[in-house]
């Protein structure tokens, strides 16, 4: 065999070893297409499921009445509501000095100048403002759910909660929508009545004269939308020592 004949052999096995080894590499990404086209299908699929899931679950909220979350009013093991004459009034404290409470929560009070954001509803006890601050919203005339510990370690009671908070979202200049619902801690001091894990919490004054300034308070075993309903009902934001939440 000639030298001739021996290099074109070799030339068409070198030429054969390309085409392979493109066909093969047309192989390999043809099959690398197709696995990152179908995570990519898994990942749209899935993050459309979830939002199509979230949305699903914000229309059953709400759809849903507020009697309808937690337990009813006669089992949530509520005490009469009681009344205190409040004080504590434009007592702004600023920061880092302390503001003390005698009553666990408080209903009315000194507090720092500024006020909880008007627009969230639901906190925990890793994003919750001071109680200081909170306070401040009552003077405004917000209503306030305060839950224990005991209700925070309960994810079902606990969704139910944020899920009635998220009822009073909408526009901050409707007095219908003051409401927040807050954990209460260990580190706040002091502690609920024995076997109380709710309490509800507003800063009333006489809307006309803003004289007869009182904190009430309602403390319940357990979470009801009924009793939140009805308590929001009875003591609205424009019976305020200072009206106007969510426009000041």
């Given at each position: ?16 070893i390309e085409r392979e080894r ?162 209460w801690t260990a580190a706040d001091?002091?502690e609920f009545p024995e076997g ?53």
């Amino acid at each position: 065999m000639g030298k001739s004949s021996k290099s074109n052999e070799r030339r068409a096995r070198v030429e054969q070893i390309e085409r392979e080894r493109k066909r093969a590499e047309r192989k390999r990404m043809l099959m690398f297409g197709g696995v990152i086209g179908l995570v990519a299908a898994v990942i749209i699929g899935v993050t459309g499921w979830t939002l199509y899931s979230d949305w699903r679950a914000d229309q059953a909220v709400a759809a849903t009445d507020l009697q309808e979350f937690g337990v009813s009013e006669s089992a949530a093991g509520c005490e009469p509501v009681e009344e205190a004459a409040a004080s504590g009034g434009a007592d702004h404290i600023s920061p880092p000095q302390p503001v003390q409470y005698s009553q666990a929560p408080p209903a009315f009070g000194p507090h720092r100048p500024d006020w909880a954001s008007f627009e969230r509803k639901f906190y925990t006890a890793e994003d919750r403002p001071e109680v200081a601050q909170l306070v401040h919203n009552l003077e405004h005339g917000y209503n306030i759910l305060w839950y224990d510990e005991t209700v925070a370690g309960n994810d079902q009671q606990l969704q139910q909660i944020e899920d009635l908070a998220s009822k009073f979202e909408g526009s901050e200049r409707d007095p219908a929508n003051a409401f927040i619902a807050a954990p209460w801690t260990a580190a706040d001091g002091g502690e609920f009545p024995e076997g109380k894990h709710i309490a509800l919490t507003h800063w009333y004054a006489d809307p006309d004269t803003g004289a007869g300034e009182k904190g009430i308070t309602q403390y319940c075993e357990q979470f009801s939308g009924q009793v939140v309903g009805d308590f929001m009902e009875e003591w609205t934001q424009d019976e305020a020592r200072e009206g106007g939440a969510g426009f000041l």
